[in-house]
């Protein structure tokens, strides 16, 4: 991947509506080579997909929370149980395994506090395997990007 390769990515990133014929026009390139380029990083699987960025405040989803999960115990079959789990919920927006303190780190969107309860309750605390469930709510986002520096 070179600096011409990095520049395409930098403005699908910013915008993936553009037309192939404006990021040549910003990097440099004729339309062909542009194409084709673009056509080789998605090959490479450097592009995984394009999407419609929504504005969460618009959509009504205004409760963030990160929840920090501890299983009961550190077990192959546990820990990939509960993978499988949070894959049904869409209020599951990210779930990483990590290191340190906690199992698990969730990143739950919901419409209110109460629904985020609701969730917790009815959904998320069903799985025998947490020992447990540990929130932080999001009172302002400083920065929320999605553009990775190449």
Known sequence: MDKI?????KQLQINAK?????????VGLSVTPTYE?????????????YVAL???????KKFVAYCQITLI?????LINDFKTY???FPEIMECHHISGNFDFLLKIVVDDITQYQQ?????LSL????????????????KDTTVYEL
């Open 119 to 123: 969730f917790i309750t009815d959904k």
């Open 73 to 77: 115990r550190h077990h192959k079959g």
């Open 37 to 49: 380029r673009v056509k080789k990083l998605e090959q490479a699987k450097i592009i995984k997909s």
């Open 5 to 9: 390769d990095k520049s395409i990515l």
């Open 86 to 88: 949070t894959l049904n």
């Open 127 to 142: 799985l025998d395997s947490i020992s447990t469930i540990n929130s932080s709510f999001v009172m302002e986002s400083v």
């Open 18 to 26: 553009q037309n192939i014929k404006e990021i040549a026009g910003k």
């Open 54 to 60: 929504l504005d969460r405040e618009v959509i009504g």
